[in-house]
Every structure is written in C-alpha cells, then in structure tokens.
C-alpha cells in the first residue's frame, strides 16, 4: 500500500469516535484485515436492523444514509460507516450508494479476532465491542498480550531490564503484568505478587540453564485465574508449535539488526541500545524521504534505550516497590520510554517554522513538561527544528529539556540569533556554529527523544526526515530558507527549508511509531488591508501595475501558502493547533528580540490553552484505561 494511500486510511478511521482515542499502532492492525471492495451505484451497503457483520470506510464516491426509509444525511469519502453498530450488534441505518464507490470493510469477525488477541487494543476499545462478540467459542489464544524478548547486544542484563520495565508499566499505568520465567529448584509455582505490583510465575525448563517451555494450556490457566494486561516471557519460549507470542521486543545496536518477525513471535519491535559512554559519532547526516515505504504492523518502529549496562550491573532488582530500586534520572527516563514504547502509549510533536514565531512551540514544551505529559518523538521544519534541536539536545540522561529552551530563549534576546540569521544570507553555517557550541557534537541518532527534522532536497523534489547526523547540521538544513538564505549542501543534496515540502510535519510522526499526535502550526497568515481604489477603470489599471503592491501581494500570498499547507498536514494529528492571523507576521518573523513577547502571547492564547487541555486529556486516556465506572479493567475482565 503506497504511503500516502494508507495516510488518508488512518485519518479517516481516526473520525470514528468510537476510535478517538485508539493508538496509531492499533489502527494500523485495523487496516491489516480489512477488505478493498467497490459498490456499483444503488448497491445497498447494509440495512436497517440487520445484524452487524462488520463496519464500513467510505474512500470514493458518496453513500445516502436512510432510517425509516427517509434519508438522514450524505456520506463522503473518508467517512467510517457502522463501527457502533458491532457494539449493538445491529446497523441503526440503511446505508445506499449513490454513486460509484470504492471502500473498505472490516469484518466483525477479524476485528474481534484482533481484539481478543492483541492487548495492544485498547482495553476501552475491548469493552465497546464486548457486545459484538460473535457466538461464544474457545479462544484459540489468552486475551492478553503476550510479549517475549531477546537481545543482541552483548553484556546486557536482559532479564534485568524486564523486570524493571515491568515494574514500571505497572507503576506509571497501573497496567497488571505477570512475569514468567523458568521455575528454579525449589521455587514455586504459584504466581505470586511482588510489593512491587507485578505478578511472577514459573514454568519447567528442560535442564539447568534451559529456556522455560509455557503451554497454551498453561497460559490459559495463569490469565485467568489473575487476569494481567500483559505477559512477559523471560527466559521462556513457547511449546513448538503453539503461537503464543504476540509481540518480541529485540535489543538490537542498530535497526536494521532487527530480524523479520517469524510465525511464533507476532511483531517485532526493535529497540536499540544507546551507551551513553560511547554515543555514535561517525555517520553523515543522512534521513529517508517523507514519502517512503508504508508502516509495516509486523515490524515496529523502533524505539532507542540509552543506558549504561556497567550501571545496571551493580542495581540490585527484586520484588521491591520501583521507587526503593534506587534507579537514577537517566535510568528511569530511559525505561519509562521503553515502557511506553511496549504498550505503544508514545507521544510525538510536530511543530512547524514560523521565525521568532517558534516561541509558541517554547510554551507548549514547558507546559507539556509542567503538565507531565512526556515527549517521544519532535518532527518540525524550519525554526521548529530550532526549538525541537534545543529541547532534544539537552534532554539528555534524564534532564527535562528545559535548560535548552531557556538558552534558547536567552539567545533571542541577546540578538545571537538575528546576528547569525544576517549571516545566513552569506552561508547558514552562522546557525550550525551557534547550535553546535551551545549543544556540542550530538548527533540524531543517540537522542532518547527521537528528533527528525524535516528538509526539502531540490535534487530530487523531496521531503526528508534526517535521522541521522549531527542535530546541528540538521537543523541547518531544515532552516535554510530558498532566496533569503544560503543552502546546505551534502553533496548529492542541495538541502533548502523543509517548510516548503512539509510545514507541520504530522505524518512523519506517524511513520516513526507515535501513537498520539500533537501538531503546531505557529506561523500565522498575514491578510492584505483594504486600500483605497481609483473609481476609473484606468486608474484601476494603473493601480494593478503598481510593483510594491504586487510584491506585497506575493509576499502575502506566500505566506498563505504555508500556513494553509500546514493547515493540511495537521489532519493526521489527534490534536491540532492552528494559529490565527497576524499584523505583518514575516516582518514579526525575523525580530528574534522579541521572542518574550511572543511567548506572553502564547500564554494567553486561551485557543492554545484550549487544545493544550485536550492533548492532556487524550494522554490521560491513553496512559489509565478505566472501566465504564472509573473502575480498572482489561484482560479477560474487558474481553
């Protein structure tokens, strides 16, 4: 499926507000088992009262949606049809094509089927189709997720890192985990919970040393009686021949070590090591086009884990609560993010350019910060890649991020930033040399919040997500704005401001593994002021000649251009912010001293308040999922 084909899927499942607060990753799964079909014009799609054999996604064409046999309103595409009636068991509409149509259907029995077996569905999604269940059966498979790991990586305590991470999805998300190994001599063999939240249990091995063999029968047996959200397998392995796994986690020291996912091992993800003590150094800057390959459901995304194995050698882990561990800032920020990563709950921003503009990204980084709603992923173009560099750079081994935002801010006021930005027009190597000593050598690929700047290559016409490389280069080459500044040239590429191809770079997020999307668009939309006009046709004529009035209107119109076209992109974010219009906001753009000002108008902007709000509360749904009470549910009590 072409990348931006399943993009326009996504979004269009997104609007089904059953769906509103359902993971990327999960509706990706989604549009696995779905089926491409076509309806010939007069083709009735489902009836009135009929039962529910699935739901419907409308891509072309127009569908007439009718109750008692008058219509009710007209479908168009992009719109889904019918998702609620699997929670009633019966359509509420009677649903006709009015034109030639084209669209997708997810049969009722492959979305349960998804359900039960992926506890990467939501646990709120599992109670909203706990009616649609078709006639009861033996579940082929536990409905929790069973998830394994390996490592490649050499001198990591592996069985370590998943007892901690356990520890910490069920501390920050109160999710129920239960941990199998292989069962010790005269250990027993009843699950047992630790005062640490998280459930352990044993099964035999073959010998000393040996993996640990689970059965079905065995899992079945330990889900139920315990109902956990999530099973990890340490040390263990299933009996050949009964897939189990759903998800293997796979330390790895570069991506693409990862191995293809196999029939025992559901998905794959890839997490990669980062040793603080021996970051990479030695790659140019390098990103793959925004338009590439479609996101795979069998191999996720990768997420990165910088940690110091010497350090975790000496932690003593047990059943104790996390807290008396004695995990360090860098340790703990470093799990926390591989726990999210696991029960797929990360969180990424796309913040536009905008000039001196940026300043409002500064404001939604302190108060997501203030807030504790954590940042996983940043993709930006332009002066957002200069706010996201600052937060990235130095959210380093377990600092916050905001001591770069405020040099950042300190920067503007000391008019550093308008000095290097008239040096640009002579080479824009003024900004990587500003970065560069505030930031040091660091470079993409080692950040734990994942950092990818978005760049237009006039070489080929394409956007590029950098991913690798030195943060200030990259930042270098997402801001060099065509005509005003000089290009940064990596030879083959001719590197020019990424804004011009990607404003609000949303969907890049998609593709990196976000589950939960917040999109910035800063750079207001300058309107042309009502001038006086001659009343004679000539003196219209002449007026129209009039070359400053044609630049400014090229000027106006240019930056129209670039706020709606962020205003595009901004569709595949969960929440969208979009600002308003400004007096002369190019001119506003380049004054960098005034980067206090506008972060006061950020503050005040009760419309940014407003979607700030609703970000937070899309993440407090995703971190807690809660019962139709307020009471905790999920595994076998959700199913």
């Known amino acids: ?67 008692d046999g008058e219509s009710l309103l007209t479908l168009r595409p992009g719109t889904p049809l019918g998702f609620e009636a699997l929670m009633g068991g019966r359509y509420s509409v009677t649903a006709r094509a009015t034109t030639a149509c084209k669209g997708l259907f997810f049969p009722r029995d492959d979305v349960w089927t998804l359900v039960q077996a992926s506890a990467g569905l939501r646990q709120d999604l599992k109670r909203l189709l706990v009616h649609a269940a078709p006639p009861r059966r033996e579940d082929p498979l536990p409905q929790v997720e069973v998830v394994s790991f390996s490592s490649q990586v050499q001198a990591m305590p592996l069985s370590r890192l998943i007892e901690l991470v356990a520890k910490v999805i069920t501390h920050e998300f109160k999710d129920r985990v239960l941990l199998v190994r292989p069962a010790e001599p005269g250990s027993s063999e009843l699950p047992l919970r630790g005062a640490d939240g998280v459930m352990r249990a044993t099964v035999p091995s073959l010998g000393p040393g040996a993996p640990g063999l689970i059965t079905l029968s065995r899992l079945r047996e330990l889900t139920q009686k315990h109902d956990p959200h999530y099973v990890f397998l340490d040390g263990c392995q299933a009996v050949e021949g009964e897939p189990l796994v759903d998800k293997h986690v796979v330390l790895v020291e570069h991506p693409e070590d990862a191995p293809s996912p196999g029939s025992s091992e559901g998905r794959v993800l890839p997490t990669v090591v980062i040793d603080p003590r021996r970051p990479p150094r030695d790659s140019l800057l390098e990103g793959r086009p925004h338009d590439g390959p479609s996101v795979s459901s069998r191999v996720l995304p990768p997420c990165r884990l910088r940690l110091n194995p010497t350090r975790l050698d000496v932690l003593e882990v047990d059943a104790r609560p996390l807290m008396e561990v004695g995990l360090c800032p860098a340790e703990r920020d470093a799990m926390s993010r591989w726990a999210r990563a696991i029960t797929h709950r990360r969180v990424g921003l796309a913040l536009s350019g905008g ?30 890649s200069l706010v996201g560099a600052y937060f990235c750079g130095t959210a380093l081994d377990g600092r916050s991020g905001l001591e770069g935002l405020h040099r950042l801010e300190e920067r503007a006021m000391s008019h550093q930033l308008s000095l290097a930005a008239m040096a640009a027009v002579v080479t824009t190597y003024s900004f990587e040399h500003l970065i560069a000593r505030d930031l040091g050598e660091v470079r993409l690929e080692e950040l734990p919040i994942r950092f990818l700047p978005v760049a237009t290559d006039l070489t080929n016409g394409e956007c590029v997500a950098l991913e690798r490389g030195p943060v200030a280069r990259g930042v270098r080459a997402s801001g060099s704005a065509p005509g005003l500044w000089a290009p940064t040239l990596v030879p083959p590429a001719r590197y020019v401001d990424g804004a011009f191809t990607s404003m609000v770079p949303a969907s890049v ?43 400014l209107d090229l000027v106006a119109s240019g930056v129209l251009l670039l706020h709606r076209s962020g205003d595009a992109e901004s569709l595949m974010a969960d929440v969208s912010y979009d600002i308003q219009s400004a007096d002369t906001p190019l001119r506003t753009a380049m004054e960098f001293a005034k980067a206090r000002d506008i972060l006061e108008r950020a503050a005040s902007d009760e419309a940014l308040a407003w979607k700030l709000a609703e970000l937070h509360g899309h993440w407090e749904q995703m971190r807690v999922h809660c019962g139709p009470h307020g009471r905790r549910c999920g595994g076998q009590q959700a199913a």
């Open 1 to 67: 499926m072409p990348l931006d084909v399943q993009r326009r899927r996504l979004y269009a499942l997104k609007r089904a507000p059953a769906l509103r607060h359902t993971s990327n990753t999960v509706l990706l799964q989604l549009l696995d088992v779905a089926w491409d079909v076509t309806w010939a014009r007069d083709t009735v799609l489902c009836e009135e009262g009929q039962e529910a054999h699935g739901f419907f996604l409308l891509l072309e064409g127009e569908l007439e949606a009718l109750r």
């Open 355 to 384: 000039g001196v503009w940026g300043f409002y990204h500064v404001h939604i980084l302190r108060w997501l910060m203030e807030h504790r709603v954590p940042v996983d992923f940043i993709s930006s173009s332009s002066m957002g």
């Open 509 to 551: 997020l998609v593709s990196a593994g976000a589950d939960l999307v917040f999109s910035s668009n800063i750079f207001p939309f300058g309107l042309r002021e009502t001038a006086w006009m001659p009343g004679s046709r000539v003196g219209r004529f002449l007026a129209g000649l009039n070359p400053v009035s044609r630049a």
